[in-house]
């Protein structure tokens, strides 16, 4: 059976050179999201994840939430194993792939298909499944011989129609999403939209983080919001319509999204 369990999971991030912290802490605060804090040892260190403690289980297609500097992003990367916790534990059952950095292992100077190999390797895929794989990335890209020339003479958006086609040809149990496409032509963009459900269906869970209420609510099943690296709630998303509506409104007002949650 597929799941995650989070057990008062903490990160924290030192800073170094942290004279004057004072008047940093405020900043960063402000900047980060994080909790500015002394650990035992009296050095500074940001707090982005707070005591984190919760499951998700088979089936979930959760719906991650919060302003920029809530903690998102790093809750993801713990997930996927990036950051280790600081405190606590994180079990999880399944295979985890993540869609967090399209462009992470792309290189300029080399060419689309030696960025398929490459990318391919780091996403955990052996170079069998890379071999066999190759003409429906190729294809799905839709870049043709720009394939074989250095990815440095492409635009933004065929780029990331690249970065895209090679993260998407992956099968996990457990799917980690950042809101991923910021670039490419309508066409593209609505057959992403399409693998990126055809991944979500055959996932058996799903972490997503997104600023967009509609794609979370037409994927997702369970909400997580998160204020300054804490759980505000986290539970089913038809149970909470009204505040669902209300903290999404506000995030895009980029207003306090939080001041509501009782």
Known sequence: MTYINLKNVVVEFPLFNS??????????RLASGGRVLQDANKKIVVRSLNNISLQIQNGDRVGLIGHNGAGKSTFLRTL?????????????????????????????ESTGFE????????????????KQKTDEIAEFSSLGDYLYMPVRTYSSGMMVRL??????????????ID?????????????????MLSLMHNSRIVVFAS????????????VLVLNAGSVEYFGSLTNVPDKYAHLCHAHKKA???FEKIE
Do not use: W
């Open 115 to 130: 960025n398929i190999y490459m990318r391919g390797l780091l996403l955990g895929l052996t170079k069998r499944e890379i």
């Open 163 to 176: 970065a895209f086609a090679i993260s998407a040809c992956i099968q996990p149990d457990i799917l980690l």
């Open 179 to 195: 809101e991923v496409l910021g670039a490419g032509d309508a066409d593209f963009l609505e057959k992403a939209r399409q693998r």
């Open 211 to 222: 600023h967009s209420a509609e794609l979370i609510e037409e994927f997702c099943n369970k």
């Open 80 to 108: 996927a194993g990036i950051y280790e916790p600081s405190a606590g534990e994180i079990e999880t059952m399944g295979k985890v792939s993540s869609m967090l950095d399209l462009m992470h292992g792309i290189e300029a």
């Open 19 to 28: 004279n004057s912290i004072s008047i940093k802490k405020n900043f960063i």
């Open 255 to 257: 207003s306090n999204i």
